[in-house]
């Protein structure tokens, strides 16, 4: 302590304690000796909390790293079963959008067989019919 602090210490005694302290006394010597050592013990505290706090912060580092990989590895697999799923859905989507094709294009075929099929009955229908005619006539 300062030779001030000293001072107002043996006066803050005097006045509470009504003792006659002296800053030389040998009582202000234990009082320094006491700050002395409650200094050393705070500093050697002071440094202990520091490294905790080192190792502490190391350690969140570590576990910032694993879990880090360990969401990495997590997205990674949920990335691969959608697109696992995404082109299952879009072979299905495919082979249904062809199958509808298919059948659009079977559905626009069918009429126009229907049509020239009844378009040659007619027709065959009709020189049949010519041809009977004929035969009557030319007879």
């Not at 570590?62 to 995404?86: D, F, H, I, K, W």
């Not at 082979?95 to 007619?122: C, F, H, K, N, S």
């Amino acid at each position: 302590m300062r030779q001030m602090d000293l001072k107002q210490l043996a006066a803050e005694v005097s006045i509470q304690h009504g003792i006659r302290v002296d800053p030389d006394d040998p009582m202000m010597a234990v009082v320094t000796l006491n700050r002395i050592v409650l200094e050393q013990t705070a500093n050697e505290m002071l440094e202990q909390i520091r490294l905790i706090i080192r190792e502490f912060e190391q350690a969140a580092q570590n576990v910032e790293v694993r879990a880090g990989s360990l969401v990495a590895q997590e997205v990674r697999g949920c990335v691969a079963t959608l697109r696992e799923e995404l082109l299952k859905n879009i072979g299905k989507a495919s082979t249904e959008a062809r199958e509808r094709i298919e059948a659009a294009a079977r559905a626009d075929t069918r009429p126009d067989i229907q049509r020239w099929v009844a378009i040659g009955l007619i027709l065959g229908s009709a020189l049949f019919g010519c041809g009977v005619w004929l035969g009557i006539i030319l007879r």
